[in-house]
């Protein structure tokens, strides 16, 4: 008699005797390494960024173990559908693959090559001067046999986990029972003891980071700053970035080449550190006793902005404010963490937003009490994560115009709704690196400063919002979504600075551009999240009374020389 249903599944999954083996020494299969080894040759592409040899091997190595597992995938599929090949297609499809798997990455890495010197080229770099195939090659196979074999760990862990179950439940229900509660299991331990300590020796080496004096920094000696005399926030409680941010920038004598006559005042900084108040509302409330401190209702500009993760303002933006108006401005900033944006980000996506609208609204607040007439013109600027927490204070495009008098956000990451929402709705026919949207009458996008005023001379209303993005930043087109679609900047023609021979592949995409987050800082100012020419920027959006384009070519040649 023929065994009862399921006796067969049962018996293969009883546990077997003796310790568990590891089984990196077994063969691998001839399909997981062809769609591996296909993966890793579509990984060789030109991505946004230059790569190293040894980032090019990493992201190699992962998709190429990405790839195995689905080959494996599928290899079990076919099984399942009891359709095996005869041993002489199989062992001809093994010597093929093992032939030809080498030679096609071969040919791919070569080509890569001319691919890196184009993207290198485009960003403004120059291109490495001498190949290194053996360290890609060598970093792809260790990342890749690593991974495979963790893989591999955890697939037999499973199956043991599986065999008892086997026993009273049918295979196809002890199978995943078995690979859900080793995943159970892994996740726990990573959680609770990887990733927790992972993240509290993060937290501690930046916490010690935080703490440093910039190397020649000292304590402003004027009241106009946080940190100098009188200042509610002490030098002691400003952070690293913060001592930067207040110890640093213009001073009469600099701003006098670039006033042309006009008088001249001290540029007011204000920065509260984590350290000054026990939540973000009390440090909002401690950044505007200093603004009122400072005097700094009483200038011609006070402009809010939030930080990145750690605390940092872009000096250069901050600079070309000031010589603008000659120095009757103030900037006023509220640190929230001191991790970098990426682990900020991760950790505590919404404290960046809270921070935005804390000391937005609590600045505002007191502004909209003063007399219309003496008021000075209220500005908003975020960079990276900090245009996600600056966006946030705000339900919309309308709402940005009702209560600034003008707004610069740059290198806005996809998690920014706002700057998703008018992309999104941009006008037809107008691509996503660059998009126009409501025909450019309120809002504009640019990569530099001759997207900003358009060719066909229709009128920019004010108050004026601008986005400053680059084609070639990864910060903003980094997206989950780029594991399995195809996005629009892919599909319509390429901004100026990325190859034209970068194409998305599942997978595969989303890891070249998760690598180029790595990088996105490394290239010329201009491209990647590199951004500059901030004098024209500012002028665009609320340039001072009288002011001329000759004006600003004049301040922008002394900042840039």
């Not at 629009?488 to 995409?509: F, H, I, K, N």
Request: glycine content about 10%; some cysteine.
């Amino acid at each position: 008699m023929g065994e009862p249903d399921g006796a067969a599944d049962r018996r293969r999954t009883r546990s077997p005797r003796g310790p568990l083996r590891i089984p990196l020494p077994t063969p691998l299969t001839a399909p997981g390494v062809a769609v591996g080894t296909a993966l890793a040759c579509l990984a060789l592409t030109p991505s946004l960024l230059p790569r190293s040899p040894a980032a090019q091997g990493l992201v190699c190595g992962i998709v190429a173990a990405v790839g195995y597992g689905v080959g494996r995938l599928g290899t079990r599929v076919a099984r399942r559908a009891t359709w095996r090949p005869g041993p002489h297609l199989h062992k001809a499809g093994r010597w093929a693959v093992w032939v030809l798997a080498p030679l096609a990455f071969a040919l791919m890495l070569t080509a890569s090559f001319g691919w890196q010197r184009e993207v290198h080229g485009l960003v403004g770099l120059e291109p490495p001067s001498g190949a290194s195939p053996l360290l890609i090659v060598a970093v792809t196979l260790a990342v890749a046999l690593l991974l495979v074999g963790v893989g591999r760990l955890l697939r037999a862990a499973a199956r043991r986990v599986a065999g008892p179950l086997g026993r009273v439940l049918p295979a196809r229900v002890a199978s995943p029972l078995g690979a859900l509660a080793v995943a159970v299991v892994i996740g726990a331990a990573l959680d609770q003891f990887v990733l927790r300590w992972t993240l509290a020796a993060i937290d501690s080496s930046f916490d010690a980071v935080n703490n440093e004096v910039p190397p020649g920094r000292e304590p402003p000696v004027t009241g106009m700053r946080s940190g100098g005399p009188g200042s509610l926030s002490p030098w002691d409680e400003l952070g690293v970035q913060g001592r930067r941010f207040v110890s640093s920038g213009p001073g009469r004598a600099d701003l006098a080449e670039t006033a042309a006559g006009r008088t001249v005042r001290t540029p007011i900084r204000v920065y509260v550190g984590l350290d000054s108040g026990e939540d973000l509302e009390e440090l909002a409330a401690v950044a505007v006793r200093e603004l009122e401190r400072t005097g700094a209702f009483r200038r011609a500009v006070l402009c809010v902005v939030t930080p990145t993760g750690r605390g940092w303002v872009n000096q250069d933006a901050a600079e070309a404010l000031e010589h603008l108006y000659a120095g009757d401005t103030a900037i006023v900033s509220m640190q929230y963490s001191y991790l970098p944006s990426s682990l900020a980000f991760l950790t505590d996506p919404e404290r960046a937003r809270e921070a935005g609208r804390q000391l937005f609204d609590q600045v505002h607040e007191r502004w909209a009490g003063l007399p219309e007439d003496t008021r000075p013109r209220l500005l908003v600027y975020g960079e990276s994560l900090g245009s996600t927490g600056a966006q946030a204070a705000f339900s919309g495009l309308g709402d940005i115009r009702a209560r600034t008098d003008g707004a610069l956000f740059v290198g806005p990451p996809q998690s920014n709704t706002l700057w998703r929402e008018l992309v999104e709705r941009r006008d037809r026919g107008t691509p996503q690196v660059l998009p126009t949207y409501d025909s450019g009458l309120t809002v504009r996008f640019a990569s530099d400063r001759s997207d900003v005023h358009r060719p066909d001379g229709r009128p920019w209303q004010a108050p004026r919002v601008l986005f400053l993005q680059h084609a070639s930043d990864p910060i903003c087109w980094w997206s989950p979504d780029l594991l399995f679609r195809r996005p629009d900047w892919l599909e319509e023609p390429r901004g100026a600075d990325v190859s034209p021979s970068m194409s998305w592949y599942p997978v595969v995409t989303f890891a070249q551009v998760t690598a180029d987050l790595a990088v996105g800082n490394s290239t010329p100012v201009g491209h990647g999240h590199r951004y500059g020419d901030f004098v024209r920027h500012w002028a665009a959006i609320l340039p001072p009374p009288g002011w001329s384009d000759a004006d600003t070519d004049r301040v922008a040649a002394v900042l840039d020389g």
